[in-house]
């Protein structure tokens, strides 16, 4: 075995001599792979966030928005057009497959009032499936039903910034809201969901019957949007198609007049930005790794000029060439990559205080720390090649001679 | 079968080509060598000694000639074979230390055995240096870097460097070259206990003293063997140092 291990300990035995320089030498690398894994970090970090929070959206979802996003710019925003009805989306849960709940949803803002306060916040009209399809429990009282919705009941539901609110203190359910004028008895609390994607608070919500929305409050025909629930991920594609075709064959217009978007699609818009900050952070981490590897190779090279005596004795007492390169090769790579875990270390401490003074969460994928050993492994290999050759090519008595 | 020279050189030349002048540091050198001798090479300087012993210890190859070391005809080995015959069979002390410096004496004597074919294990590598260093009287000298040793220091763990291999051809160019003559008899005298002990030893001297405690003597001028004969006189290193310390008692005692 020990002739495997004697070029570690000629190796060792080199850098330690030179500490100071192997240190600068590494620092190339270091900062390198150091601010790749920072950076890979934060992304990272910051792309699960946003994917959780297109998660909270709810599963398998599809949604019909009444409008067409890329026709023409965006006339009056998403679902601002009278297109949708009702029975669109009775017509969707019949008669398109694989579709296990829908929603049609009618938003509006208004002032509220209850137990003396009043607050200003998004109320909805919505199906029964809400719940389901957001994947949102009640936490308190119970969702409305079908009934309900047929009644057109003044009853509601609230999320949890509007318990905050209105009912710091006593049990909601079973109280009555008043919106415009209209007492709607509130018979369930959402559990918290936090922040959405665009940074609204979706805790600040009142939910009630579609009807009741549209006949009582908004007065309106037409609704904004419909949500539907696939019965699984792989349908989600089978049910955006089939809800187009749908959808065209009842309007009958020209143009369509409505935009059916899948999570999947919001998910990629989503990520649209990490991917970019990906690309980029590829082109920085060659970059650096480039000028580390060229730090290694410029000090070897250095090394090898210095050390010419050294490498006639050593081949003088009988070091093949191959011993040579060898030594060399080691030395190069046990500096790129010991500067490579260094940098990994440093970077994943860096990242964790960016966390820590944002609040923005860090995660650090292990394929990335597998990706930068790798390739400061093979820095050090590319770039400590030359000189290693050079130096396993040397002259004996060359090299003894040289001063 | 009568035995087989270890060295047997046939009209080796040496030529340098430096610009338009032409030297032939080495000019038909035909020379045999037998196991167990013990040769003084003389010469005055530049006469193509050191350039000779390179050609002997594989460093170096003749322009012309044919060398035969051990019965292996050098001529055909590449470079890498032939940096495993010199680790293998010889041990050579330079005309200049050539230490690794900022390496411990221990550490320096060790190296040979990194390159070495078989597989010596770690203990065993410092088993053999210590012994080695013991061999030439710097056992308790191991863990200094050459430049904390004296000159004479600095020769003998060349010397155990040399040995450490177990070759059967020791090779020194000037090994008693910057020292004081007590320690150069000190130097000779390891030297005839390792031929006493079979190995067979070349080396370069420019001092007629120094090649007494060899056996066999020959001069070189402008590359070309002039003289080869027996030492007629031979010193016993030994002897002469107890004479040398007898005479440095008197004059302090006086
Ligand atoms: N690399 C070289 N290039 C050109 N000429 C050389 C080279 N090496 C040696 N010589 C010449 O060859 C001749 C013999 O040199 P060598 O070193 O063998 O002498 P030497 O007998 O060992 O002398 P010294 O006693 O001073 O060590 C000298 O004239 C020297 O100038
Ligand atoms: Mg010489």
Redesign the pocket.
């Known amino acids: 075995m020990m002739r495997l291990l004697a070029p570690f300990k000629i190796a060792a035995r080199a850098l330690r001599r030179n500490k100071m320089r192997s240190l600068l030498t590494m620092l190339g690398i270091i900062i390198g792979v150091g601010s790749v894994i920072a950076a890979v970090s934060i992304t990272t970090g910051a792309t699960k966030q946003v994917e959780d929070k297109v998660a909270s959206l709810g599963q398998n979802i599809v949604t019909v928005f009444s409008g067409n996003f890329s026709s023409g710019g965006m006339r009056g925003g998403w679902g601002s057009a009278p297109t949708l009805t009702v029975e669109d989306s009775r017509a969707i849960k019949n008669e398109v497959d694989n579709v296990v709940a829908v929603s049609p949803e009618v938003r509006d803002r208004s002032q509220i009032l209850a137990n003396g306060q009043n607050w200003n916040t998004q109320v909805l009209g919505e199906s029964p499936d809400y719940p389901q399809i957001r994947d949102w429990d009640i936490v308190n009282g119970a969702m409305f039903t079908d009934g309900d919705v047929r009644a057109l009941s003044k009853v509601a539901i609230i999320g949890k910034t509007v318990v905050d609110q209105l009912f710091p203190t006593d049990d909601p359910v079973g109280q009555t809201l008043v919106v415009r004028n209209i007492p709607f008895k509130i018979v369930g609390v959402l559990e918290s969901k936090g922040f959405n994607l665009f940074g609204q608070d979706q805790d600040d919500v009142v939910i009630i019957p579609y009807t009741s929305h549209m006949r009582r409050l908004s007065k309106r025909t037409f609704v904004n949007s419909i949500m539907v629930q696939a019965a699984d991920k792989e349908s989600i594609v089978q049910v955006q198609t089939d809800i187009t075709t749908l959808l065209r064959d009842r309007h009958k217009s020209a143009e369509q007049d409505f935009t059916v978007r899948t999570q999947l699609e919001v998910m990629q818009m989503a990520t649209q930005t990490s991917r970019v900050m990906s690309v980029l952070l590829a082109a920085i981490a060659s970059v650096s790794l480039l000028v580390g590897g060229i730090g290694i190779m410029n000090i070897m090279l250095v090394s090898v000029t210095e050390r010419t005596r050294e490498i006639g004795i050593r081949m003088a007492v009988g070091a093949r060439g191959r011993d040579i390169l060898i030594q060399f090769l080691i030395e190069a790579v046990t500096l790129s990559v010991a500067g490579g875990l260094v940098g990994i270390a440093l970077g994943m401490v860096a990242a964790k205080v960016v966390a820590a003074s944002t609040g923005w969460p860090t995660v650090t994928p292990v394929i990335w720390i597998g990706i930068a050993c790798f390739s400061s492994a093979g820095i050090g290999i590319i770039s400590g090649f030359y000189p290693a050759w050079k130096a396993s090519r040397l002259d004996p008595i060359e090299a003894l ?1 040289y001063e | 079968m009568q035995t087989r020279p270890v060295i047997q050189l046939t009209e080796i030349h040496k030529v ?1 080509q ?1 610009g338009e002048v032409e ?1 032939r ?1 080495v000019n038909g050198v035909t020379l045999n060598i037998m196991p167990g001798e013990f040769v003084a090479i003389m ?10 012993m390179n050609m002997i210890g594989c460093l170096d190859r003749p322009t012309s000639g044919t060398y035969f070391l051990d019965g292996i005809d050098i001529s055909t080995l590449d470079r890498n074979e032939r940096a495993v015959i010199r680790n293998a069979k010889i041990g050579f002390v330079f ?1 200049g230390f050539n230490l690794l410096s900022r390496t411990t004496a221990l550490e320096n004597v060790e190296m040979p055995m990194l390159y070495n074919h078989a597989r010596i294990t770690n203990a065993e590598q410092r088993a053999r240096a210590i012994k080695s260093l013991e061999l030439v009287g710097l056992a308790t000298r191991s863990d200094h870097k050459p430049n904390q040793l004296s000159g004479g220091q600095q020769q003998r763990v060349a010397i155990a460097r040399a040995l450490v291999n177990q070759p059967s051809l020791l090779l020194a ?2 090994p008693t070259g910057n020292l004081d003559s007590q320690t150069s008899i000190e130097i000779m005298g390891v030297f005839q206990k390792l031929n006493e002990a079979g190995i067979t030893i070349v080396m ?1 001297t ?1 001092e007629l003293d120094v090649a007494s405690y060899c056996k066999r003597m020959i001069i ?1 001028r402008d ?1 070309k063997i002039r003289t080869d004969e027996w030492v007629a006189k031979r010193l016993n290193a030994e002897f002469e140092l107890n004479k040398l310390r007898a005479a440095q008692q008197a004059v302090k005692l006086a």
């Open positions: 001679r | 340098y430096t030297v540091a010469g005055s300087s530049g006469s193509g000694k050191s350039t000779l005309q160019d000037e370069v420019h070189l590359g």
